[in-house]
Every structure is written in C-alpha cells, then in structure tokens.
C-alpha cells in the first residue's frame, strides 16, 4: 500500500461502517491456542497488521494456520509445535506486543523460548519489568540476548502468589498465560480486568482453566495439566468504534457503527454525551451523530477499566478542538501520549501541554518530566496540512483532523493505521470521505 493520502476535508462522515473483533484480544487468543493439544477456532478476526504479525509468529514456532479472510475466521493447529525451532523469530523484532506473550506457552510446550524486541506504539518507555518478575517468581530464568530476551524452564513452572503496582494489561494477560498450565495455585492481586483481559479468560476457561476473579481485582488460577482447542468468537473492538464515533464528532457527521456493543463502552458512551454527541444503542450496533449546535468542553481523565481507556483518548482530543470552551484531559496511563497534538496545533487547534496533573487526582506521572496533560481550546477551524502519522492511535486522529479541515491535506505514514484499522480506506470511501492515494 502506498503511504501518502491526500485528503479532501470540511465534509461531514455520513454512513454506516463494521466494526469486527478486537486487537487487543483477538492478538493474545491467538497466543492461547499454543497452550491447546488440539486445534482451536476464532472468529470474527479483523484483516489487520497485528494478526498477521502473530499468525507469522505462530507459524515460525510450527502451528498451522488456515485463515478465512473474509469469514474472518481462523484456524489454529499447534500440534507440530514440539518440532519448531526458536530460531528466526527475530526477524519478527520491532512488530507488535504481542511476542512477550509467548513466554508463558512456550516455556509450557518447549522449556525455552526467544523472546525478539518489542514494538506497538511510542506512547512512553512501555517497560517490560512487570512481565519478567512474573515469570521469574514462577521459576523462569531469563537472560538478555542481543535483539531479545532467551528464557528457560529448567523446572516446571510453579503457581506463585503476586501484586502488580499498577493493573497492567499485558502483565495480567502474561500471569494468565503463564498460570493456567503452572503446578498449583496462582493468585494476582491488582490485576488489569478490561473487557478483552475477561475475554481471554472466557478462552481459557473454554480451554479446561480453572479461573476465579473477584471483585476486588483478584485473580485466582489453578493450574491445571491439559488444555484443549477452544471455539470462540472475539468481543468487538470497541477501540475502533470509539474512534468513528470520534470521526462522526469531529466531521459534523452520522455514523452506524455496526458491531459496537454498549457494555464495554458505557465510559466512551457517557463522556461522548457530556460533549454534546448524540447516540442510539440497537441490537446490531451503535448510531453516533453530532445533532447540530454548539459541543461542550470537558474534564477528563484517562484510567484502566472501567475509566476511560487510554487508547480512546487521542481520536476524542480531535473532536474536543471542535468544542465551546476549555477542555482538559489528564493521561495517566501512559507518560507521553501528547505527541499527536504538535500536528493538530500546526492546523490551527489551540492545544497546550502540561507536566503537572491537571485531572481531579495526582498520577504517577505527576513528580516527573512528563508532558501528560493538555488544555484544549475551542472551538477552531483546522486548516489542512501537510502531516506524519506518529503511531496508531494518534495517526487515526490525525485523519480525523484532516477530515475535519478544509482543504487538502497531506496525511504520510497512513500504512501504521493498518496495525489496528481494519480497511480503513473502504471505511472511509463508504462514509463518503474525499481522498486519494498517491
Ligand atoms: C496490545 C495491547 O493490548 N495493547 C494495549 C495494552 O497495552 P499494554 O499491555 O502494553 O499496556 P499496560 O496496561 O501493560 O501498560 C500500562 C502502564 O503500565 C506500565 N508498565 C507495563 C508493563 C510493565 O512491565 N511495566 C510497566 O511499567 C506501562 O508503561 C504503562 O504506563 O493495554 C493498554 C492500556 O489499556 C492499551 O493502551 C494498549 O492498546
Ligand atoms: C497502544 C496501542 O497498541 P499497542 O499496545 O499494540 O502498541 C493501541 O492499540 O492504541
């Protein structure tokens, strides 16, 4: 694909897009049918950057993949991963997050693994120190080695007792992975328990895990000695709904969203109302619609689940330059999520950023020299401009902002959107966005 798009703007989005599942879950299942003895089944696969990392991935470590594109289904056979060789899995460094699950698996199929360099968005320093002190304190040894972590087993992995310091996704994930084939019992306190965090879990129990969560952010796992193949259809992805719905605010416009489901997007849902969107929940999807009139400013502050996720932030920031007033939002989940915002200042939104904690609450990142906190003024008119999409997230609001501006604009890079967007090219072609390829 090429990877310049002249974009048209000033026109309201005006149609009806799908939505399918989840890359933040479909990535990780994906990762959970190598702890099967038998194949597994899911559905409902997005076309998109991340699944075809994981599939090569998949396929280097000797799982067979039959993948139907546009069923959206996929196939997952593992039972030749005994022969796979840890080599040339380097060659998938710099990718994706998604490698550093493997951990777990692999150390359960094999008693090693390479673990090559991670990628995903720049968004902060994204360490990885809560995923190597887990599986260390299940009795992992693990060694740097250029490009990439090596770890062995040289025991069975044993269930083990853990806090996080703060509810990590990927460090929750990495202990279920991990836990459901260790000996015993393994209890994590101040687990991460978003709603694809629980779809992983409706995996593994399907699997033959033993998991209990509570209310109060445990986890509770008995490992246990076989799991088989699972069937599963992926929850929907309701960070890509979340920002069409963005789009629709931003542009003036309507969109149907189809697959968006409300239950776990009642914070986007609720926020979106404050500012002025309008929206109409059906069985199908969800409606999102600007219903003329002036947006309201607000305060928000983004959290891990139930607050308001991280990643639905910077296509809403795009949307928050079109409304009355002074909006402030404090990022407290990642220390340099802003970046995004020297381009839309560039096309005329009056956007400051902040070291100190502007929300309700201090964060971690508030003693530091972090960047995490930005006023919005609006509204302002956005002008079109010649701009560079900086990762995932921030390229789709970039988008959204050339959509938003008359003119022509020159958007680079749009092939990183790919990594989570679904055809967004079609998308947009369908809700009747002027573009071009060059
Ligand atoms: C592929 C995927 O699912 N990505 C999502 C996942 O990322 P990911 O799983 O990487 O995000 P985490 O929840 O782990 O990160 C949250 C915070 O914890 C910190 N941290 C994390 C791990 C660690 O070992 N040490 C540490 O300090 C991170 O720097 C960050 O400040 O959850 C994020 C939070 O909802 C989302 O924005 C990402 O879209
Ligand atoms: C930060 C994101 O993804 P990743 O963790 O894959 O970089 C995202 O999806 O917005």
Redesign the pocket.
Known sequence: MNDLLYVNGGNPLRGEITVRGA???V??AMVAALLGETPSVLRNVPQIR?VAVVKGLLELHGVRVEADDAAGTLRLDPSDVEIAHVADIDAHAGS???PILFCGPLLHRLGEAFIPDLG??R???????????ILRQFGAVVEKRPQGIYLSAPRRLQGTKIAL?????????QLLLTAVRADGITELAGA?I?P?IMDLINVLQKMGAIISVDTDRVIRIEGVERLEGYQHTSLSDR?EAASWASAALATGGDIYVRGATQPEMTTFLNTFRKVGGEFAVDDEGIRFYHPGGDLRSIQLETD??PGF???WQQPLVVALTQAKGLSIVHET???NRFGFVDALVGMGATIQVYKECLGGRPC?FGQRNFYHSAVISGPTPLSAADIEVPDLRGGFSHLIAALTAKGTSQVRGISLIDRGYEHFMDKLSALGAEFSRD
């Open positions: 890359k933040n879950f990535s990780k991340d994706s997050r998604i995903g968005c968004i902060g320093d994204r360490p990885i120190n809560y995923h190597l002190d310091p703060y509810p990590s996704v990927g460090a929750t994930e991460a978003e694809e960070i891990v689940h996720m991280t990643d989940v990642y220390e971690r």
